[in-house]
């Protein structure tokens, strides 16, 4: 996965109508504000990773997906009421009820196309929070239709600072760099990655890595790959390093999963 750029850690600048992420190494730092590094505002968890799995969202029931203990559920009621549970849960957990809305359709259908996955918005929603703040980095938002405006691009890919050297996949298209590849969207998908895991959540007919609904849908196959089963230790710190290969960025990512499944902001 494009490790965001994030690897280490990165910095914004905002150019035109585009975030850049840029790195800084300062994992260490308390002192993060509004602007700050996302990563940096969610305190590791101090969990084995290997022996721990997904947080579950069991209580407080707010927490529960509709349509969870329902076969089925999904398509227009399932977007219905997924809904009406982003709207309540919305201000607990400090995201966006469209990003929430993403979340949630993201589960119901990886419920229905990889059941054995058992993967939970929990999971899409800590790494979100880490790789962007779900699409608010930097002053982004998110549009009703869940484009995040302006667009959040990471830095080049060009061997530095703890990142991979990885050469244009795209000609530029996704990232606007012709000659080094650059991590983009809500969930930070560098574009090789997205041309094969690429998908529209939303059902607009399109698929789009700067939309939360589709990047949400294609983070859930990306996590799911592998016959990866999230309920296990072992399942759920696979999908979540091959993100980014660090085990303090999977506590990061547990510590604001955990926070989700109880109904509060990391």
Same mark, same amino acid.
């Given at each position: 996965?494009?490790?965001?750029?994030?690897?280490?850690?990165?910095?914004?600048?905002?150019?035109?109508?585009?975030?850049?992420?840029?790195?800084?190494?300062?994992? +260490?730092?308390?002192?993060?504000?509004?602007?700050?590094?996302?990563?940096?505002?969610?305190?590791?968890?101090?969990?084995?990773?290997?022996?721990?799995?997904?947080?579950?969202?069991?209580?407080?029931?707010?927490?529960?997906?509709?349509?969870?203990?329902?076969? +089925?559920?999904?398509?227009?009621?399932?977007?219905?009421?997924?809904?009406?549970?982003?709207?309540?849960?919305?201000?607990?957990?400090?995201?966006?009820?469209?990003?929430?809305?993403?979340?949630?359709?993201?589960?119901?259908?990886?419920?229905?196309?990889?059941?054995?996955?058992?993967?939970?918005?929990?999971?899409?929603?800590?790494?979100?929070?880490?790789?962007? @703040?779900?699409?608010?980095?930097?002053?982004?938002?998110?549009?009703?239709?869940?484009?995040?405006?302006?667009?959040?691009?990471?830095?080049?890919?060009?061997?530095?600072?703890?990142?991979?050297?990885?050469?244009?996949?795209?000609?530029?298209?996704?990232?606007?760099?012709?000659?080094?590849?650059?991590?983009?969207?809500?969930?930070?998908?560098?574009?090789?990655?997205?041309?094969?895991?690429?998908?529209?959540?939303?059902?607009?007919?399109?698929?789009?890595?700067?939309?939360?609904?589709?990047?949400?849908?294609?983070?859930?196959?990306?996590?799911?790959?592998?016959?990866?089963?999230?309920?296990?230790?072992?399942?759920?710190?696979?999908?979540?390093?091959?993100?980014?290969?660090?085990?303090?960025?999977?506590?990061?990512?547990?510590?604001?999963?955990?926070?989700?499944? @109880?109904?509060?902001?990391?």
């Amino acid at each position: 996965m494009g490790r965001l750029a994030l690897v280490v850690v990165l910095v914004a600048a905002v150019i035109g109508t585009v975030v850049f992420l840029q790195q800084r190494s300062q994992f +260490g730092r308390t002192d993060a504000g509004p602007d700050e590094i996302p990563a940096l505002e969610v305190a590791p968890a101090q969990v084995d990773l290997g022996t721990v799995g997904q947080p579950t969202a069991v209580a407080p029931p707010s927490a529960l997906l509709p349509g969870t203990s329902t076969a +089925g559920a999904g398509g227009a009621q399932g977007a219905t009421s997924v809904s009406a549970w982003a709207n309540g849960l919305g201000p607990r957990t400090n995201i966006p009820p469209i990003a929430l809305q993403a979340y949630g359709m993201a589960e119901l259908t990886m419920r229905r196309a990889d059941p054995q996955c058992h993967l939970s918005w929990v999971t899409i929603a800590g790494l979100a929070r880490i790789e962007s @703040n779900h699409g608010r980095y930097r002053g982004a938002h998110i549009e009703p239709n869940g484009d995040i405006e302006p667009r959040i691009v990471g830095v080049p890919l060009d061997g530095t600072s703890g990142n991979r050297t990885i050469s244009d996949t795209d000609g530029g298209l996704l990232d606007g760099d012709p000659t080094l590849d650059r991590a983009v969207g809500p969930l930070q998908f560098i574009p090789s990655t997205w041309a094969k895991w690429r998908a529209d959540g939303n059902d607009d007919g399109r698929a789009d890595p700067d939309n939360i609904f589709d990047a949400a849908l294609a983070a859930g196959h990306y996590l799911c790959a592998d016959g990866r089963d999230l309920a296990t230790g072992e399942g759920w710190r696979s999908a979540v390093l091959s993100y980014n290969n660090s085990d303090d960025y999977g506590r990061r990512v547990y510590a604001a999963a955990e926070a989700y499944a @109880n109904s509060t902001a990391p």
